[in-house]
């Protein structure tokens, strides 16, 4: 799957501490792409449990959630198209609960 980053995921995986950021990833790489990959975006499979993925009310874009505790690790995704019809994962912000001011 290819993915792009918004210019506010970037300000915020930069401040991210390192052992959040390989948390962030590993949730990422083990969990939300195979779940893409087997067409959880599409409603062909689940999103994994574990990682609470869900719609913001009236957006399209999705939060997830790849720590529960300290630290409150989230982030926000959506699906674009490209020209050529394939989708695109746009990463928009990285953090705790306040990604969710400006998702």
């Given at each position: ?25 590993d ?8 779940a ?9 499979a ?7 993925v ?31 019809g ?9 953090g ?8």
């Open positions: 799957m290819k993915y792009e980053r918004t210019a506010s995921f970037l300000r915020d995986i930069s401040r991210l501490p390192p052992e959040h950021y390989v948390m962030f990833r949730a990422v790489y083990k969990h939300l792409l195979p893409i990959e087997q067409g959880a975006h599409t409603g062909q689940s999103w994994p449990v574990r990682l609470r869900h719609k913001l009310t009236g957006t399209d874009v999705y939060s997830l959630t790849w720590n529960f505790s300290s630290p409150d690790g989230r982030a926000t995704f959506r699906f674009v198209a490209t020209d050529d394939e989708p695109v994962l746009q990463w928009r912000r990285v705790d609960h306040s990604v969710y001011d400006r998702p």
